[in-house]
């Protein structure tokens, strides 16, 4: 694990990135597609988009993991709160501590940035994340909705 670094992603990080990241949605049974990996990328280096993003690199592998987060408003506490939106790790290089490394990256970028906490979410039968999770953050009780526009 010490030979990973976790670092902003970077230009030069795009192919290994579509690979990562097109596991990430294999995984969750979403459909990728070029078109959604051009926005993606796009929103990742537009300084005017809020979606960020730490990658976990190995010297010997390249890219072996992901997490992409943003600031969004909470309006019952009046300030920004962190999001992390997806977090992966490549299946051979999982159980090795890097999915906690990216977490407490984005919890470092929170401090930084002041938000007072990171919320995320994740699929209720996914139990390796979940007991990761649970010893980092505090489990709550919501639920979450989807409502196709």
Request: negative net charge.
């Amino acid at each position: 694990m010490n030979s990973i670094e976790i670092r902003a992603i970077e230009l030069q990080d795009k192919a290994q990135w579509q690979v990562l990241f097109s596991q990430y949605a294999h995984f969750y049974k979403v459909g990728i597609n070029d078109a959604i990996l051009a926005k993606s990328w796009s929103w990742l280096h537009d300084t005017s988009h809020p979606l960020q993003a730490l990658v976990a690199v190995s010297a010997a592998h390249g890219l072996v993991g992901l997490a992409h987060f943003r600031a969004c408003p909470d309006a019952l506490i009046g300030q920004d709160i962190g999001y992390l939106d997806d977090l992966f790790v490549a299946t051979e290089h999982r159980g090795a501590g890097i999915a906690r490394r990216l977490i407490e990256g984005v919890q470092a970028i929170a401090q930084a940035q002041q938000w007072p906490l990171v919320r995320w979410v994740t699929a209720s039968d996914n139990h390796t994340a979940q007991r990761l999770y649970d010893s980092l953050a505090e489990r709550t009780t919501w639920l979450t909705y989807d409502l196709r526009a």
